[in-house]
């Protein structure tokens, strides 16, 4: 969609080039980040509107805003070849949001862990992990480390499951309401207009969707200029900027004590990239997954385990829990930084 302006960059000087890039990779992270959350906040009032639970909503339609970014990076970087920044883009921002975004989320109000995702989400996200990493090292092509089109399509399906069990799972233990609670319900979607939150939700996808190419554009060839690998730039900078939306949402959420939103969007963010964004790109074009991605694979899947046995031992996360988090992501952030200068 920006080939014109991608045309014209090309077209300058080695330096203007350069800052070319960096301002592309600025203004794509700002759309974003301000497309996710006008996004996030149509998609919401339109939940709210239709009477859809806060796990449902965290997990599945905040969970796809937020996870927005990052489909729009991984997808239009697996069109233009990119496949280590698609890939690493998605372990990087999983890693990123179970450490960082949960970690800064028990810093402001303790993180209350339910039955349900205990039972149901945090194994479903393991699950994901663990199969992405079967598919990564085995049963490819003619390359075993990658991700094929069938593979693709059977991580898009089992999105589709996960999804349908969720809402019908919601339905099946959703309280019954009072007379009293049932109006003030009423009223409250009532002062909802769906049409200005249904163009909300268009205009934050357009931003994301313009955003992406920009991010993946600009991060492509500030990677190439420093001598970084695409691995890197993917695990790092452009990680950390596409889950921008999921830690400012779960911050929120967490300040405004909606624990479930907080929680679910995370887990259910992790879920959404590993099935949705990853199935789509990998149903687009196959995607070659290179040794440092699959080591990151298998580190998130490690991390995934490790959340899931510390949750059915601690029900809530608070500060400690979330400075151990933030020091776990600074130690695998010097690995990974270690690694790419070969010291490691």
Known sequence: MLEFLFNLIEQTSHGVQIFLFIVCLVLGMFALIKGADWFVSGASKIAKKLGISSLVVGLTIVAFGTSAPEASVSISSSIAGATDISTGNIVGSNIFNLLVVL???????????????????IPIMLGSGILLMIFSFFFGGENANELIRIEGIILLVFLVLYVVFTIIDEKRKAPKLTPEEMEKEKIEKSKINIWISLLWLVIGLVLVIFGGELVTYGAQNIALELGAS???????????????????????????????????????????????????????????????????????????????????????LGKTEGIIFLVLYIIYLVYIILRDMNIL
């Open 103 to 121: 970690g800064m989320s028990a810093l402001f109000m303790p993180v209350i862990i339910n039955q349900t995702v205990i039972k149901r989400d």
């Open 230 to 316: 695409e691995a890197l730039v993917g695990l790092t900078i452009v990680a950390v900027g596409t889950s921008l939306p999921e830690l400012v949402t779960s911050i929120v959420a967490a300040k405004k004590k909606e624990n479930e939103i907080a929680l679910g969007n995370v887990i259910g963010s992790n879920i959404f990239n590993i099935l949705f964004i990853l199935g789509a790109a990998s149903t687009i074009a196959p995607l070659s997954i290179s040794t440092a991605v699959l080591i990151d694979t298998v580190i998130m899947c490690v991390l995934f385990l490790a959340f899931f046995i510390l949750c059915l031992f601690k029900r809530k």
